[in-house]
């Protein structure tokens, strides 16, 4: 039996005669080649790059590109467009796999699909000659925060919590333009702590971040300043969608972890949150009581509905469930 070939992240990337990037995640895969290529270049300056696209592969390209050369240099073949390849490309491929050139490292960028399985089951099963790079998409918010530490890790930089949590509420979305963020933010701060007035500075307004801040004001009994907002992220375009979605997260985290007991790790674990939401949802329930949590949970299904079509103004159902939270689930007619 085959042995199973060793999967690593996309930052653990290493040199192998066979790899395999696999996932939908291109920016990630387009980063973890670029760490290749430098590691092999810093070895040798004479590393030469060949770029293959299996999707427009005319047959012999691989076996050509990588026959021996005169001088042995190294060589880094990028092959890109497996997941839409051509029949002449797999029949070559898994011929090469099978009997790999010396010198040659080969790197399958595959984003994802049904074409090219065999391909990809031979890779996996490859043993040691080969490395699967996952490069899969960063959804979760605590993936997110770990990218983002990556980020300044590697750069030697540091974050202040608050503002690492800021900036990952600012691009919730796009990948890339949270690495550009990270990278904007750790030139600016000129070998100084990443503060949250320097990520608010730049990226505040923001319609992701947004969103979020209107539930953390709203939540804090800050109404007036949290209607303000919202009527700005309004105007700039955001989804009222995405206004109810930030503010359902954040209540549940609030009842999830006021309904539980113990130290914040133990909560965290049991819940499987990450311990700063958990202390964050802590401090959030200051104030609450447990009849006003319910209601304002109840205020904030309804106007998911009046926003998905169930009512004639969502406008207005979003700013009636911001003033009902700002005032800890009651009704601004029972004041």
């Not at 060793?6 to 996932?23: F, K, N, Y």
């Not at 300056?45 to 293959?52: F, S, Y």
């Amino acid at each position: 039996m085959a042995a199973t070939a060793p999967v690593v992240p996309w930052h653990g990337i290493r040199e192998a005669a066979l790899i395999l990037l696999s996932g939908n995640e291109s920016f990630l895969a387009d980063r973890a080649l670029q760490i290749l290529q430098d590691r092999m270049r810093s070895v040798d300056p004479q590393l030469e790059i060949i770029d293959l696209d299996a999707s427009t592969y005319g047959e012999g390209e691989l076996l050509y590109a990588a026959s021996p050369s005169l001088f042995g240099e190294p060589r880094l073949i990028r092959i890109t467009g497996v997941e839409g390849c051509t029949d002449a490309f797999l029949i070559d491929a898994l011929a090469y796999v099978e009997s790999p050139q010396p010198q040659v490292v080969v790197a399958f960028r595959h984003g994802g699909g049904n074409r090219g399985k065999k391909l990809l089951d031979t890779l996996r099963g490859a043993g040691q000659s080969a490395v699967i790079v996952e490069c899969k998409d960063i959804k979760k918010d605590d993936e997110r925060l770990a990218f983002i530490s990556a980020e300044f890790q590697a750069a030697g930089a540091t974050i202040e919590p608050q503002a690492k949590r800021a900036l990952a509420d600012a691009f919730a979305t796009d990948l890339a333009e949270l690495a550009a963020a990270c990278s904007q933010l750790i030139s600016d701060a000129d070998g100084h702590a990443v503060s949250h007035a320097l990520v608010e500075k730049y990226y505040g307004g923001r319609v992701e971040a947004t969103t979020f801040q209107i539930a953390d004001h709203a939540i804090g009994g800050r109404g007036a300043e949290a209607l303000i907002l919202l009527r700005h992220a309004l105007h700039s375009g955001a989804e009222p969608v995405l206004v109810v979605a930030a503010f359902a997260m954040k209540l549940r985290q609030m009842a999830q972890v006021g309904g539980a007991s113990g130290g914040v790790d133990q909560v965290a674990s049991t819940l499987g949150l990450p311990p700063w939401q958990v202390r964050n949802a802590r401090t959030s329930l200051q104030g609450w009581d447990e009849a006003g949590l319910g209601r304002s949970i109840v205020a904030v299904a309804d106007t998911d509905a009046a926003v998905k079509g169930a009512g004639r103004d969502p406008h207005y159902a979003l700013e009636k469930m911001v003033r009902i939270v700002s005032l800890r689930g009651k009704e601004p007619s029972l004041r």
